[in-house]
Structure formats: C-alpha cells, structure tokens
C-alpha cells in the first residue's frame, strides 16, 4: 500500500496492523488468510479501479458488506468514498472472486456454503439458492433507510463466496 494519503488508505492500514481478534471480527478471516488472498488477486486478475485504491482496501470494504452486513451509505462514510465508488469497489473484488471460483476447484471436504452463510456472510443472508427473482438479481449492501442496495447476479454472488469460503479453507489447512 504505496502513498497513504486517503482516509480509506489510511483505515485499511489501521485494520491490517490491528489485534488478531479485532482483525477477525471485522473480515471474518484471519490476516494470514487476507494476506493470501490479496497476493492472489493482485497476481491473477487485473483492477478495473484507480491505482489509488489498494487491493487491500478494496477487500475490507468488500468484506464491510459481505461480512458485516453494512449498506453501501455506512461503508462509503466510514471509507471516506462516494457510494458509486464504494459499489465500484464491491464489483471489482466480486469479479476477482469469481475469476478465483474459475479458477480452483470447490474442495468437496470444505465447508458448506449452507453452513458458513449465516455465520460468516451476514450482508449475504439475501441469497436464497434455488428461489430466485425472475431475472437472478439479488440486492446486497441496503438498508430501509437510504435504498443504495446494488443488484447483483445471485449466482455471481454465491460464487465469489464460495471461493472466498473456499480459499479459506485451503489457508487453514496449511
């Protein structure tokens, strides 16, 4: 992360070098792991995003809304972007997830995404596999006050969190 100059920059550097526990809470994975899939990333898929947003920060902010459950308003806030730019983000690192689904096998003797959607992915509770809207779009990242959701592919979706799911289950395995 070159030139910390963002206030979003400036954030995600704070939660990298944050307390293990403190770090799990937020991402829901532990730094080993995000450290990894960041390498990834940055090695197989190229950004569609400004050079000025780093990987890293990009992953937390993904995460802000998978993991925890916030709408775009609140992560844009809290990030210090717009939320065009914030559901920008989301876009580029759920493309990058699912370039990794293509990419890796699903280990069978992973965890089921049945089991870890409710514990892990608490922005992606929306997903309901087999009962989608006509077009498969699903919102994600909305709340009832401000309606900043972004519709996106159920299936693209459940993809990238499969591979997320996934590549964690790899990291802990070493």
Known sequence: M????????????????TIPDRFYDFCHLDQKTFF?????????????LSSDISIEESLFMFLDVVARGNCFTNVAYEWEHDVELSQSIFLNVLNALN???????????????????????KGARSLRPGRSRVDGLI?????EMSQDGLEVSQDS????LEALNNFIHEQTEY
């Open 2 to 17: 070159e030139g910390i100059e963002s206030p979003g920059a400036r954030r995600a550097i704070g939660l990298l070098f």
């Open 99 to 121: 370039v990794l689904h293509e990419s890796k096998e699903i280990d069978p003797e992973g965890p089921s995404f049945k089991q870890t959607l409710r514990a892990r992915w």
């Open 36 to 48: 990894e899939l960041a390498d990834w990333i940055m090695a197989n898929v190229t950004s569609q």
């Open 139 to 143: 919102k994600i990242g909305a709340d």
């Open 157 to 160: 979706l459940k993809r990238a």
